[in-house]
């Protein structure tokens, strides 16, 4: 994956796919507590995925998925840093929140074009704004599938068209705002579990956003 964070198009069907479930991954570690996916945090799949994408990025002390104690500090600490507050959560997963010069209805909309000109069909939760992590994450999966089926058709120009549209979501959303995010966990949460996983996602964000 190193290498492709250096190209604007890359020619590898394999290493398109292995993108596109990094990206997966990414949006699957964001789902809300439950049981089910407290038990796949654990999971050997998660941990190894975990293990290679920080290793990827550079995240010290990677070898393992870092987590809380049980489940139900799991999940009271993950609704702590993300989702409920006052009078806000350290951390809310949506881009309006960090956003500051644009207003809340344009970040949306832009967000909505994106997901139309490029035919995506959200899998996240409905209760979920078109701005919030989970369905950006699901985005930029889709985009990488996208251009690997363009490669694969030997339709290059559209393959170079998914390419940029990819470049330039990442600068224009998750690579502006995940990256404050982080700083502002690290403030609030430093050390925590929570603020690893953010960690992680700003790595990610940045090494993908700038086309070199």
Known sequence: MADLANREV???????IE???????LHDLFHGPSPEQWRWLQSEPAQAAWRLLAQWSGLEDSATLPLA???????????????????EPPCPLIESH???RDP???????????????????????????????????FVRHLFLMEREAVI?????????????????LNRHLGFWVPRACVELDKKMPGSWCAHWIHLLSQCCQEFCTER
């Open 104 to 138: 809340v209805p344009k970040v949306l909309h832009e967000n909505m074009l994106f997901y139309k000109q490029f035919g995506l069909e959200l899998r996240s939760s409905s209760n979920e704004t078109a701005d919030h992590l989970r369905h950006q994450l699901e």
């Open 19 to 25: 993108c596109a479930m990094a990206w997966k991954y």
């Open 10 to 16: 890359e020619t590898s069907p394999d290493m398109l």
């Open 69 to 87: 104690n049980s489940y139900d500090s799991y999940a009271g600490e993950y609704v702590a840093a993300f989702e409920v507050g006052l009078p």
């Open 153 to 169: 058709g030997n339709r290059m120009e559209h393959a170079v068209q998914c390419a940029r549209a990819r470049i330039d979501y």
């Open 98 to 100: 960090w956003n500051k």
